[in-house]
C-alpha cells in the first residue's frame, strides 16, 4: 500500500507540473501551424523594416509610425493586438479554436482540443483595458501631425496629404472611441443609472457608445488599413512620387 501511495503521489506531481507547463506557456504556440508563424514572422519583419527605415519630417508630414508611436511602440501595438475584435480573428484564423461557441473540438484535428484563453499568455489580454490609455493618450498626436501639415511653412497650406493624415486621425479616433473596455468605463459598469450622479446623462453616453461599439470590428480593420496607407503614402511622398497636390495656399 505504501509504494502505492508513493506512485501515485509522484503521478500527482508529474501532472501538476504538466499542467504548469501548460498553462505557463500553451502549446498552440509550439505546433506545426503555417497561419501562425507567418503572421509572426510578418510582425518581426515589418517591426525591423519600421525601426531600420524610418521616414523622416519633410514638407511638413510626419509619418504615423513616429508621431509618436514609434517611440512607444510596444504599448499602442499590444492595444490594437488584444484588441477584441483582433483577438477573435486570430484565435479563430491563427489558431482555428471553434468558430462558435458550440463547437467543442478544433478543425484540423480532434486532437488538437481548444483550451480557451486560460493559458497565463493568453491571460495578458486582459491588461488590454489598461493599454486602451496609451492608445487614447497619443491620438492628439495624430490630430497635431494635420495642424502641422498645414502651418509648417508660416502661412496655410490644404493639400492631399493633409487629408491622408486627416482620415488616419479620424479612423484611429473612431476605433479607439468604439473600444468595448472604454464601454465599461461609460457605463458598463453601472447596475442603476438612476443611483448615480448624471445618470440619465451617462446612460445616453453609454447608449450611443454602445451603438458605435456594434461597428467596432469593422472600424478595428479600417483604422488599420488606413494607418499602413498614410505610411505607404508618406514614404512614397518622400522617394520623389508626385503623389501631392494643393487645394490651397495662403500666405
Same mark, same amino acid.
Given at each position: 500500500?505504501?509504494?502505492?501511495?508513493l506512485g501515485?503521489a509522484g503521478?500527482y506531481?508529474?501532472?501538476?507540473?504538466?499542467?504548469?507547463?501548460?498553462?505557463l506557456?500553451p502549446?498552440e504556440?509550439?505546433e506545426?501551424?503555417?497561419r501562425?508563424?507567418?503572421f509572426i514572422?510578418? &510582425?518581426?519583419v515589418?517591426a525591423w523594416?519600421v525601426?531600420t527605415f524610418p521616414v523622416?519630417?519633410f514638407?511638413?508630414?510626419?509619418?504615423p509610425?513616429y508621431?509618436p508611436? =514609434?517611440?512607444?511602440?510596444?504599448?499602442?501595438g499590444?492595444?490594437?493586438l488584444t484588441?477584441?475584435?483582433y483577438?477573435?480573428?486570430? $484565435?479563430?484564423?491563427?489558431?482555428?479554436?471553434?468558430l462558435?461557441c458550440?463547437?467543442?473540438?478544433?478543425?484540423?484535428?480532434?486532437?488538437r482540443?481548444y483550451?480557451g484563453e486560460?493559458?497565463a499568455i493568453?491571460?495578458?489580454?486582459n491588461l488590454h483595458?489598461y493599454?486602451l490609455?496609451?492608445?487614447l493618450?497619443i491620438l492628439?498626436?495624430?490630430?497635431?501631425d494635420?495642424y502641422h501639415?498645414?502651418?509648417f511653412?508660416?502661412?496655410f497650406? &490644404?493639400?492631399l496629404g493633409?487629408?491622408?493624415l486627416l482620415?488616419?486621425?479620424?479612423?484611429?479616433?473612431?476605433?479607439?472611441?468604439?473600444?468595448?473596455? &472604454?464601454? $465599461?468605463?461609460?457605463?458598463?459598469n453601472i447596475?442603476c443609472?438612476s443611483?448615480?450622479?448624471a445618470?440619465?446623462?451617462?446612460?445616453s453616453?453609454?447608449?450611443f457608445?454602445?451603438w458605435?461599439n456594434?461597428h467596432?470590428?469593422? &472600424?478595428a480593420?479600417?483604422s488599420?488599413l488606413t494607418?499602413?496607407?498614410?505610411?505607404?503614402?508618406?514614404?512614397?511622398?518622400?522617394?520623389?512620387l508626385?503623389l501631392d497636390f494643393?487645394?490651397l495656399s =495662403?500666405h
Amino acid at each position: 500500500m505504501r509504494e502505492k501511495k508513493l506512485g501515485t503521489a509522484g503521478g500527482y506531481k508529474r501532472v501538476q507540473k504538466s499542467a504548469l507547463r501548460r498553462y505557463l506557456v500553451p502549446y498552440e504556440l509550439f505546433e506545426p501551424n503555417w497561419r501562425l508563424w507567418t503572421f509572426i514572422a510578418i &510582425l518581426v519583419v515589418g517591426a525591423w523594416a519600421v525601426v531600420t527605415f524610418p521616414v523622416n519630417e519633410f514638407s511638413g508630414y510626419i509619418d504615423p509610425f513616429y508621431s509618436p508611436t =514609434i517611440l512607444i511602440l510596444p504599448l499602442p501595438g499590444a492595444f490594437r493586438l488584444t484588441c477584441y475584435a483582433y483577438r477573435k480573428d486570430y $484565435h479563430r484564423h491563427l489558431f482555428h479554436h471553434p468558430l462558435g461557441c458550440q463547437a467543442r473540438s478544433r478543425e484540423e484535428s480532434e486532437k488538437r482540443k481548444y483550451t480557451g484563453e486560460r493559458n497565463a499568455i493568453f491571460q495578458l489580454e486582459n491588461l488590454h483595458r489598461y493599454f486602451l490609455y496609451a492608445g487614447l493618450a497619443i491620438l492628439p498626436f495624430f490630430f497635431y501631425d494635420v495642424y502641422h501639415s498645414m502651418t509648417f511653412s508660416g502661412g496655410f497650406v &490644404l493639400r492631399l496629404g493633409t487629408l491622408v493624415l486627416l482620415a488616419n486621425a479620424l479612423t484611429l479616433t473612431a476605433w479607439a472611441l468604439s473600444c468595448h473596455a &472604454l464601454r $465599461h468605463l461609460i457605463g458598463g459598469n453601472i447596475d442603476c443609472y438612476s443611483c448615480v450622479a448624471a445618470g440619465r446623462v451617462r446612460k445616453s453616453l453609454f447608449n450611443f457608445q454602445s451603438w458605435w461599439n456594434s461597428h467596432h470590428e469593422s &472600424l478595428a480593420w479600417i483604422s488599420l488599413l488606413t494607418f499602413f496607407f498614410t505610411d505607404l503614402y508618406l514614404r512614397g511622398l518622400s522617394a520623389g512620387l508626385n503623389l501631392d497636390f494643393t487645394f490651397l495656399s =495662403i500666405h
